[in-house]
């Protein structure tokens, strides 16, 4: 596939939209967290409960901007900037659900994103 | 790690059903849209439309079942352990495209990357202290 050289303009854009597309998604899993009744609690009021449709609706959200954002980069590219969503994730697991970020979480964090990185190059071919 | 098990187990599993599902509702529905010019068939009219949404509908109501199933699943344990392991919906869909789309070439840097994936959702799914 054959992509045009990008404008600064352009870069600006696919920053800002890589940047809050993987947070909307880290956020859509919050949600959907909010949406889930604790240990035993009644899982049909899931379906009763907003948040369930809101995050499911970021979901959607984030995957449109990831069709978007092919279109203007490879492949190989677009799927290990995605992996920047698990690091809004120990974000905000940290600071709404006040969960400790340990070195083991990181660790396992950056082994994930190394093997997405893998894959990517390994598909990118 | 045993105590972490404990405490995420339910919520590890859920999630990789849910990964698992991610992976195959889409191959479910990529696989119908290859050869189809969207925006031409957008252009033709209701029936095909309606049939397009048909083609796609297996794929999202697979998904649609999978995200009940990760919203179920995000109740048993910390966001920070289990949202990491729908990495795990590149494993599954990397053996669903080897056994559905066997003409499709997987090289070694994925397969490696595969498995390095899988080492880090058993780092971090070991991972809860409390």
Redesign the interface.
């Known amino acids: 596939m054959t992509m045009n050289p990008l404008s600064v303009k352009e870069i600006i854009i696919i920053i800002v939209i890589l940047l809050s597309s993987t947070c909307i998604s880290?956020l859509a899993?919050?949600f959907?967290?909010k949406?889930?009744?604790?240990?035993g609690?009644n899982?049909i009021k899931?379906?009763l409960s907003p948040f369930?449709y809101l995050?499911?609706v970021m979901?959607v959200v984030s995957a449109a901007a990831n069709i978007y954002l092919l279109q203007k980069l490879p492949y190989a590219i677009v799927l290990p900037l995605g992996?920047l969503?698990?690091i809004w994730?120990?974000f905000?697991?940290?600071r709404l659900?006040g969960?400790?970020?340990?070195g083991?979480?990181i660790?396992?964090?950056?082994?994930?994103?190394?093997?997405?990185?893998?894959?990517?190059?390994?598909?990118g071919? | 790690m045993i105590e972490s098990l404990k405490k995420n187990g339910k919520g590890i599993i859920l999630l990789l059903i849910s990964a698992f599902s991610l992976a195959l509702g889409q191959l479910l529905w990529k696989k119908p849209l290859e050869n189809v010019d969207i925006p031409l068939v957008l252009a033709s009219g209701f029936s095909g439309i309606w049939s397009l949404f048909l083609k796609v509908l297996p794929g999202f109501i697979v998904y649609a079942i999978g995200a009940v199933v990760m919203t179920i699943g995000l109740g048993y344990g910390e966001l920070s352990v289990l949202q990491p392991i729908n990495s795990m919906s590149y494993v599954f869909a990397l053996i669903l495209s080897a056994i559905f789309v066997p003409t499709e070439s997987i090289s070694v840097i994925t397969v490696i990357g595969v498995f390095v994936v899988i080492a880090g959702v058993i780092v971090i799914g070991g991972s809860s202290k409390k």
């Open positions: 880290s899993s919050y959907l967290k949406a889930s009744p604790a240990d609690g899982k899931i379906l369930f995050g499911g979901y992996s969503t698990y994730t120990m905000f697991s940290n659900l969960e400790k970020i340990t083991r979480k660790l396992g964090m950056c082994i994930i994103i190394a093997g997405v990185v893998l894959v990517a190059l390994g598909k071919k």
